[in-house]
């Protein structure tokens, strides 16, 4: 049976870090693209990260670029999103994703939503 599980969101401060977890089980990271996504109220679920556990290539949407950072452990199937300079504006929910499909690129978030095992998300909100 397929799990995706975050946690490590909550509220933080603008100029503030995070960290969250995506623990995974019942298939293997090898193989798969695991990525974040994140959807603010009202508004449409968007890709932030990915990462391909088999050769490491990671990518960032341009709001994450300098400030997110995600790496997976292979031997405890959790990947890590690290979150630093968080502002207002990356108030949402934060959704864990898995998909057998395309690859870690420009692309890995434009894939139907069916193509992706999701977590239940962990809200993070940055306020002061």
């Known amino acids: 049976q397929v799990q995706l599980v975050e946690s490590g969101g909550g509220l933080v401060q603008p100029g503030g870090s995070l960290r969250l977890s995506c623990a995974t089980s019942?298939?293997?990271?090898?193989?798969?693209?695991i990525g974040w996504f994140r959807q603010a109220p009202g508004k449409e679920r968007k890709g932030i990260a990915c990462?391909?556990?088999?050769?490491?290539?990671?990518h960032y949407a341009d709001t994450a670029k300098g400030r997110f950072t995600i790496s997976g452990d292979n031997a405890s199937n959790t990947v890590y999103l690290q979150m630093n300079s968080l502002q207002v504006e990356d108030t949402a929910d934060y959704y864990c994703?898995?998909?057998?499909?395309?690859?870690?690129?420009?692309?890995?978030?434009?894939?139907?939503?069916?193509?992706?095992?999701w977590g239940q998300g962990t809200q993070v909100t940055v306020s002061s």
């Open positions: 994703s898995a998909t057998r499909f395309g690859m870690c690129d420009s692309s890995w978030s434009q894939a139907p939503r069916w193509r992706y095992w």
């Open positions: 019942g298939f293997p990271l090898d193989g798969h693209i």
């Open positions: 990462i391909s556990i088999s050769d490491g290539n990671t």
